[in-house]
């Protein structure tokens, strides 16, 4: 059973580019989290989805950053016009259908995104 | 409101001695509490867990942690460490019903041959 996996592993962008940053879930997992880690920092929730839902948005910055998890397909993280700020590395964890909680998240790799 | 203090931002320990990292948590709801390993350049790996029942949790490579709900803490401990254990040790809490982990600063643990 391959673990969560993320894609790019490394991604480098100009300022004002644009980051596009994949999570595929483990098999039978149902449920994605994306969690930013700024540097000496622990990490912190920004997103919950399950299949072509938003459940929990709570921690995504308001302007530029979209997240999505299609029927089909990996989840993305897209954030748009990156600033030298956006620099982090971003964790995708996934979870079998949640019963309150209990459920542990599996945590990705991670995609180190670094904004020149 | 949730959140989590781990005290020390760096634990340098002798090879084979003991060792504990500390953990307190603040929430106005009862919560599940999670330590968590990031080693080097990786994501992160799930030591142990804390749902209910014994209030002592055993994990992988050793670890242990101890919930006291009067002090609000979660202590992780190893009673001899070894120089593979050198990582990022993060503590996290969810609350009942929620399902976003928030989590300390993390405690960044270096062995000492």
């Known amino acids: 059973n391959a673990g969560v996996m993320q894609n790019p592993r490394h991604l480098v962008r100009r300022r004002g580019q644009e980051a596009r940053l994949r999570c595929s879930p483990m098999?039978?997992?149902?449920?994605v989290y994306w969690y930013r880690q700024l540097p000496e920092e622990g990490l912190k929730f920004m997103v919950y989805l399950q299949k072509e839902n938003i459940i929990d948005e709570s921690g995504m910055p308001k302007e530029r950053f979209s997240a999505e998890f299609p029927k089909e397909g990996p989840s993305i993280l897209r954030i748009q016009q990156v600033v030298r700020g956006d620099s982090a590395a971003y964790f995708c964890?996934?979870?079998?259908?949640?019963?309150?909680?209990?459920?542990?998240?599996?945590f990705g790799p991670g995609t180190r995104l670094l904004v020149l | 409101a949730q959140s989590v203090t781990q005290l020390d931002s760096q634990v340098p320990v002798f090879e084979e001695a003991p060792v504990e990292l500390r953990c307190n948590y603040s929430s106005s709801v009862s919560v599940y509490l999670f330590w968590y390993v990031q080693y080097p350049n990786q994501g992160l790996q799930l030591l142990l867990k804390y749902l209910s029942g014994s209030t002592l949790v055993k994990g992988i490579n050793g670890f242990e942690a101890e919930f006291n709900k009067s002090q609000t803490s979660f202590h992780l401990r190893k009673p001899s460490v070894h120089i593979s254990d050198t990582a990022e040790y993060f503590c996290?809490?969810?609350?009942?019903?929620?399902?976003?982990?928030?989590f300390g600063t993390g405690t960044r643990l270096t062995i000492i041959p």
């Open positions: 996290a809490v969810i609350s009942f019903g929620n399902e976003k982990l928030t």
């Open positions: 964890a996934s979870s079998p259908p949640v019963n309150g909680g209990q459920e542990t998240q599996y």
């Open positions: 098999k039978g997992h149902s449920h």
